[in-house]
């Protein structure tokens, strides 16, 4: 009592195409690995606080500090493959308006911006780190030193501007392709 599913093309403008994978880059792998490690060392955090508490009325210290350092470097990681995946905030009525020139020339601004912005944050979130370092600052919460911490964020905002210039790169590659269908294509 199955039926298969129709073959060709999908002719419902709603339904969203997924890119091909040969445009996606491979080494986005490490993105997606990261955000699979980085939740599931939050849930297991989180679950052990939860245990703890619920079983004795207390509650590990150390969980607060370190979920919300997790959870900084799951934005900056997201960030990172957003950026790769071309998939960024924008004001699509700008993006994908006008010519394919237009959206081209958009498109490449907006990864030239990107790609400026964090590496301005690397450049400057450096002396963060070294203040940290030099001035021994220690953690609130545990007492470690707090550049175990600040140095992830000139490392992933440098990572998040290499991604940035990558697509500038793949974006300048692309040739202009024709707006609508090719008018002989078989149904």
Same mark, same amino acid.
């Given at each position: ?30 993105e ?16 052990a ?8 009325? !207390?509650?590990?210290a150390?969980?607060? &500090? ?25 004001? &699509? ?31 400057? !979130? ?10 021994? &600052? ?35 590659? &692309? ?13």
């Open positions: 009592m199955s039926s298969t599913p129709p073959q060709g093309p999908v002719t419902d403008a709603s339904v969203p195409v997924a890119a091909p994978a040969s445009e996606e880059p491979r080494s986005l792998r490490i997606d690995w990261l955000t699979v490690i980085v939740m599931a060392a939050l849930a297991l955090i989180t679950f606080n939860v245990l703890v508490r619920y079983f004795t009325s !207390s509650s590990f150390w969980t607060e &500090e370190i979920s919300v350092f997790l959870m900084i470097v799951l934005a900056l990681v997201a960030g990172s493959a957003a950026v790769a995946r071309d998939q960024h905030i924008r004001i &699509e009525y700008f993006a994908e308006g006008g010519s394919a020139a237009r959206r081209k020339r958009l498109a490449q601004l907006g990864a030239v911006a990107v790609a400026l912005l964090f590496g301005l944050i690397a450049v400057l !979130s450096v002396r963060v780190v070294w203040d940290d370092y030099r001035f021994g &600052e220690t953690s609130p919460g545990i007492g470690v030193p707090q550049w175990w911490y600040s140095i992830w964020l000139p490392v992933i905002s440098a990572l998040i501007a290499a991604r940035a210039v990558g697509l500038l790169l793949r974006r300048s590659r &692309e040739a202009l392709r024709p707006e609508g269908p090719a008018e002989d294509a078989q149904p």
